[in-house]
Every structure is written in structure tokens, then in C-alpha cells.
């Protein structure tokens, strides 16, 4: 079993709709947890970080759910602008390891 | 402000050649890293460095070394290039352990 696991899609979906990736992880021991947004052939950015509460940006929302070990982004009211992929990113009991998922690819189609 | 750098932007290589990725970073940030990207793969982490004068190795050392010059700077190093070190590489920095990452603009390497 992968360490982090995304559904790869493509989530095509149309301007204006809401969607929602999941990404499981297998190591209880993680401790902090990312998303980024990688644009094709650029570097990922990050997009949130994901706190136990969840956190709210705008028309995205993270969430994380320890007892089921996933996270979810949530995002509303989709652009075009939003195509991109989306990578899940955990880190491993406070050390300097970073697992990365490889990664949603979003398509928001006008 | 430029955040992380990196260079080249683009390298053709013949096996066995060397080559040096160079990797800056203006946030004052303690740690840096230099991952792989490949196509259908998650980035994966070759080298990292905690804080200036230490390096450890990553997921996937096999065939590279790094230099952490001073704390702004961490090159990687391919001392004899074969095609399965094709890829994109990344270099990041991070304030610290389970902080948020940075990442550079990227290398494309393609070893022939």
C-alpha cells in the first residue's frame, strides 16, 4: 500500500461546479499535512496547509479526519483557472520526511 | 524577494557526463532539499539538508551528492549521469521539520 494515496482522475468538471478530492494516508504517525497545486511543468505550490480543525480559504476548504487517517480539499465555485493538479503531501512524525501523492489532476471545462 | 532558485532551467546530458544543479534561497530558511519527479510518481526526496553544515540522505541517494555551501545555498551532483537519472528535479527549503515548503522553478535533465 502507497504511503499517500490520491485518486489520479481527471475530475472534469463544469465552470461553477463544487468538487472534492480525498487523500488517504497509511502512517499514524504523520504529523502535518499539505496541499499544493502543480501546474504543468511547474513547481508545486502550496495551496493550504491542513489543520485537525479544518481550515477555510476563500472557495477552498481542507479538512482532516485522523481516525479514518484522510484529508479532503473541497473546492467551491470552480474557475477555469482552477485546472491544475492538486497533490496531497504528509509529513512523518516530525521529521524531515515528506511523503507526496502523486497527485489529481483537475480539469474545470468552460 | 525571489524565494527558491535553481539552475540551469534545462541540461541535455551523455551518460557518464557530470553535471552540478545549483539551488538559492532567500527566506533565511534552516532547511533545503532536492527531490525527483517523474511521471506517474510522487516527488521524490534524493537528499536533504537540516541546517547548514549537515546533509542526510533521502528516499533515492543512489547516484548523486550534495554540497550545503552555506545556508543559503545546497547544490546536487550527478558525478556520472545515466538516462534512469532522466527527470525534473526540485529543490525546497523550509523554515524547519514539518514546515510549509518552498519549491524552486525546477531542472528538466535528460541524460542520453
Known amino acids: 500500500r502507497k504511503e499517500v494515496e490520491q485518486d489520479p482522475g481527471p475530475f472534469n468538471v463544469p465552470e461553477g461546479a463544487t468538487v472534492a478530492f480525498n487523500c488517504t494516508y497509511s502512517?499514524?504517525?504523520?504529523?502535518?499535512f499539505f496541499w499544493y497545486r502543480q501546474d504543468c511543468r511547474k513547481e508545486p505550490k502550496l495551496l493550504m496547509s491542513?489543520?485537525?480543525s479544518g481550515n477555510e480559504d476563500g472557495r477552498f476548504t481542507a479538512q482532516l479526519n485522523r481516525a479514518s487517517q484522510y484529508i479532503s480539499l473541497l473546492i467551491r465555485d470552480s474557475k477555469l483557472s482552477d485546472s491544475a493538479t492538486y497533490l496531497c503531501?504528509?509529513?512523518?512524525?516530525?521529521?524531515?520526511?515528506?511523503?507526496f501523492g502523486t497527485g489529481t489532476r483537475l480539469k474545470v471545462l468552460a | 524577494n525571489a524565494g527558491v532558485t535553481q539552475t540551469p532551467k534545462f541540461q541535455v546530458l551523455k551518460t557518464g557526463q557530470s553535471m552540478t544543479l545549483q539551488c538559492a534561497q532567500d527566506?533565511?530558511?534552516?532547511?533545503m532539499y532536492w527531490y525527483r519527479q517523474d511521471p506517474g510518481m510522487g516527488l521524490r526526496l534524493i537528499y536533504y539538508?537540516?541546517?547548514?553544515?549537515?546533509?542526510d540522505k533521502g528516499e533515492v541517494p543512489n547516484g548523486y551528492n550534495v554540497s550545503r555551501l552555506n545556508k543559503r545555498e545546497f547544490s546536487l551532483r550527478l558525478e556520472s549521469a545515466a538516462p534512469s537519472q532522466t527527470s525534473v528535479y526540485f529543490c525546497?527549503?523550509?523554515?524547519?521539520?514539518?514546515?510549509?515548503?518552498?519549491f524552486g522553478p525546477g531542472t528538466r535533465l535528460l541524460v542520453l
Open positions: 525546497a527549503s523550509s523554515r524547519d521539520k514539518i514546515e510549509t515548503q518552498y
Open positions: 502512517n499514524s504517525a504523520s504529523q502535518s
Open positions: 491542513v489543520y485537525s
Open positions: 503531501v504528509v509529513n512523518v512524525g516530525r521529521t524531515y520526511k515528506y511523503i
Open positions: 527566506m533565511n530558511h534552516n532547511s
Open positions: 539538508s537540516a541546517s547548514e553544515g549537515t546533509t
